[in-house]
Structures are given as structure tokens and as C-alpha cells.
């Protein structure tokens, strides 16, 4: 393949000029030397059905991830759907090939990992969960604690609709009924009951907002996983281990996940030791 004629890939979302996915993804492109090349796409919120229908057809593009707040608008717009992605309605990696797009849920991944080989919880069987969010990134917490035999599991969630539609698909795609909360009614949860971890799977902390825990109430055996990442780390993470509560904020989430969308699209694998390195490198050199 000629240098002038690259293989596209690339991100969508909004807002999306925080995202470390170009650094990490063009990382793993130059190391193993192959005609590729990814970039961000800032979608009008309005305009992503458009924006998908326009790179289905260049011949080139084969590969995109997608990020808040388009997962679920993503799911619509797949020709081919992963049977996870079916489960989750949500899309976070498309392969476009042969004029059709494929969907997959690559959140699942990460999510499942970080659990279980970042905050070192093998099961969830019998303990209690708090998933802070009703959109796709709370699809995927939820889906994913029900994987590792959760079952008892609040949401936080203000919007009565959304919590409807996720009460709904918990009941159809995985036989759960979930428990929710009001924002106001959280610390008292988290006093009354005896929760083993908690997942922030909002937007909440990207732009460096607080949210309303009072640690106070936290367990000492609570961990606490914050899917949002910064190029630091979020407040509710450095709280949490301001307190000596086990916290970890996405950047493991997003590594664990983009390295299996760049499986999907190239072939190819990548150790998420020598990914993590090379951007923690970056990051402090900033």
C-alpha cells in the first residue's frame, strides 16, 4: 500500500478534543509500521446519522469509535450488530467493510477487566453495586456486573424515562431487575447499605465537577471504578484515595478497550503494559 493512500480511522464525539485515543491508537499504528492513521471528529450533536452515513462511503475509512453522548445513536445505524452490542443497544467500535458497517461493545471488555485485574474483584456475586448513570456507559457498568454474578444493583439516575428504558432492557437481555436512586438519596444508600463498589459511568468529572459521595458512608472494602478519564486524575478518584478508598479513573477502561477495537479492525493485538507506559510518559512530559 502506497504512504499516500492510508487506511482511515478515527473517533466521534462530543465533546472529543480531550480524548488520548488519537495519542494511544497512532502509538500502536507507528510500532508496528502499517499504513494506517486515526483521527478525531467533533460531531454536531444533530448531525451524527449524517456524519455515519458520509464515512460508510469512503472506500478507506474501515474503522471508528464512539464516544459520548453517540454510543446509542451508533447502535441505530449498524447495518451488523455483535450480539453484545445487540444486548447493550450500544455501539462504541464500527468496522466498515464492503460498503456495510459492523457494530461491536468493546466497553464490556474494559469494563469486565478493570474489575477484575485492575481493582482485583473476581466476582460481585451477593455484594451490592452503585452505577451512577442510565446511558450507555451505565448499559455497559450494568451488563457487566451482571457478567461477574452481580445482581444487586442501584443506578443513579434522575430522569424518569431513562431510568425506564434501562429498568426495561435489564429485565429483557439479562433477567435483572435493578434498584434506583435520586441523586438526593445516595449518601443515604451508601450509609444504610453495605456497597462494595461503585461505578461513576457519567460524564461527571471530565471537565473537573465533583460528585456528590460522601465518603464518609464508603465501607473500607468499597472500590470505587470512575469510567471518565482526564489527562490527570478525576476529583472523585484522587478523594477516594485521599481517603484510602481503592479507586481507579478510565484510562485502564479505555486501553483495555482500544486495544480490542484495533484487534477488530487490523488483525493485530497489543500489551496494554507497554500502551499505559508509553502514555503515562506523554502525559507527564506535558
Not at 470512575?226 to 481517603?243: H, L
Request: charged share 25%; aromatic share 12%; glycine share 6%.
Amino acid at each position: 500500500m502506497k504512504n499516500n493512500y492510508k487506511k482511515l480511522l478515527g473517533i466521534a464525539g462530543n465533546p472529543v478534543s480531550h480524548s488520548l485515543s488519537p495519542l494511544f491508537q497512532n502509538y500502536m499504528i507507528e510500532r508496528l509500521a502499517i499504513d494506517y492513521i486515526y483521527i478525531p471528529f467533533q460531531v454536531e450533536l444533530a448531525h451524527f446519522k449524517n456524519f455515519f452515513k458520509g464515512i460508510q462511503t469512503v472506500e478507506n475509512f474501515v474503522g471508528l469509535n464512539v464516544t459520548i453522548p453517540f454510543k446509542e445513536e451508533a447502535y441505530k445505524c449498524c447495518d451488523h450488530l455483535s450480539d453484545i452490542a445487540q444486548e447493550i443497544e450500544a455501539v462504541n467500535t464500527v468496522c466498515f467493510k464492503d460498503k456495510a458497517s459492523y457494530g461491536y461493545n468493546t466497553d464490556i471488555w474494559g469494563v469486565v477487566n478493570v474489575i477484575k485485574f485492575i481493582l482485583n474483584i473476581e466476582s460481585l456475586a451477593n455484594k451490592k453495586t452503585i452505577v451512577l448513570g442510565a446511558g450507555g456507559g451505565g448499559r455497559a457498568a450494568v451488563y457487566a456486573v451482571s457478567k461477574l454474578g452481580g445482581k444487586d444493583i442501584y443506578v443513579v439516575c434522575r430522569d424518569k424515562k431513562r431510568q425506564q428504558n434501562i429498568n426495561n432492557w435489564a429485565i429483557e437481555k439479562l433477567k435483572l431487575n435493578l434498584r434506583f436512586l435520586d441523586w438526593g438519596n445516595l449518601n443515604n444508600t451508601l450509609k444504610n447499605e453495605e456497597i462494595h463498589l461503585i461505578i461513576n459511568a457519567t460524564p461527571l468529572g471530565l471537565n473537573g465537577e465533583n460528585l456528590p459521595v460522601d465518603f464518609r458512608y464508603l465501607r473500607d472494602y468499597c472500590k470505587i471504578f470512575d469510567m471518565v478519564y482526564t489527562t490527570n486524575e478525576t476529583p472523585f478518584v484522587k478523594e477516594a484515595k485521599q481517603k484510602n478508598i481503592t479507586a481507579v479513573d478510565g484510562i485502564y477502561m479505555l486501553l483495555y478497550q482500544g486495544i480490542e477495537s484495533f484487534k477488530l479492525w487490523t488483525g493485530m493485538s497489543f500489551d496494554i503494559k507497554e500502551v499505559l507506559d508509553y502514555l503515562k510518559g506523554v502525559l507527564n512530559d506535558r
